[in-house]
């Protein structure tokens, strides 16, 4: 029984493996048999060799777009749930903010950035600004509704012990709103990701998506490919490290 529940453990482990793999094969033979042209879509073997041929130029243009998305990110994550705990700490600022971080989730960033050209011209700069106005209306809106969760009852039994604003801080609001933090910390490490390269596009010559727009003009569908499956794996990879952070703390707060 213990043998067959360790193989039913690593089968569970394992199973996205085992689809990709599968879809890798799938995708290779569909664009066998159908006589796919190289120049519409790459086969995945041949992705693959072009990451590994431009792999030197393909880490000098992903740096520049790491940078963009980590800064951006770290500088929206914070300001979000800084100006939640403010406009949460006032009835009136909640209800009167309230309705414009809506209004700010549900805007697209990405048509702000051609007004940012106006302002902070080319460089790096009006990237970290797209990502950082991706990142942090969503953050803040998912901390503002975990301050708002927390039972009044807790803040009447803390009152009761005399806890200061401090001790009620720490012990109270941060455990019960981190799970709604962090909701707001994963959902934005897609909005990063996808504002940084979108920011690219519009203007900039170096970082991931120029490259992936100047060798699809070229046909070179293939590299094309590389570079998206760069960014899959780095959305990924930010998602999951946070995802990690989250349980991490959560556990220790529990």
């Known amino acids: 029984m213990e ?15 085992f689809v990709f793999v599968l879809l890798f094969v799938l995708m290779e033979l569909a664009i066998d048999v159908y006589e796919v042209p190289s120049w519409l879509l790459a086969k995945p073997t041949e992705i693959g060799a072009a ?56 805007t697209p960033q990405i048509i702000l950035v051609p007004l940012l050209m106006l302002e902070l011209g080319f460089g790096v700069e009006v990237k970290i600004v797209a990502v950082a106005l991706s990142s942090f209306p969503i953050n803040m809106m998912s901390t503002m509704t975990g301050v708002r969760s927390v039972s009044a009852d807790r803040y009447e039994l803390m009152k009761s012990l005399r806890a200061t604003k401090l001790q009620t801080f720490i012990k109270v609001l941060v455990p019960s709103a981190l799970p709604n933090v962090f909701t707001g910390m994963r959902l934005a490490t897609i909005f990063a990701t996808t504002s940084a390269v979108g920011a690219e596009l519009l203007c900039g010559n170096t970082g991931v998506g120029p490259r992936i727009s100047y060798y699809t003009e ?21 998602y999951t490290v946070v995802g990690a952070m989250e349980n991490y703390v959560t556990k220790r707060n529990r």
């Open 3 to 17: 043998k067959q529940a360790t193989w039913k453990k690593i089968l569970y482990n394992l199973s996205p493996v």
């Open 51 to 106: 990451l590994i041929t431009n792999i030197g130029e393909i880490w000098a243009n992903l740096k520049v777009t790491l940078i963009e998305i980590l800064l951006g990110y770290l500088i929206g994550v914070s300001f979000g749930i800084l100006l939640a705990l403010i406009f949460t700490s006032n009835q009136f600022l909640d209800r009167a903010i309230s309705p414009y971080v809506i209004f700010l989730i549900v």
């Open 218 to 238: 070229y046909m070179s569908v293939d590299i094309s490919f590389a570079y998206v499956l760069v960014m899959v794996l780095v959305g990924v990879v930010f």
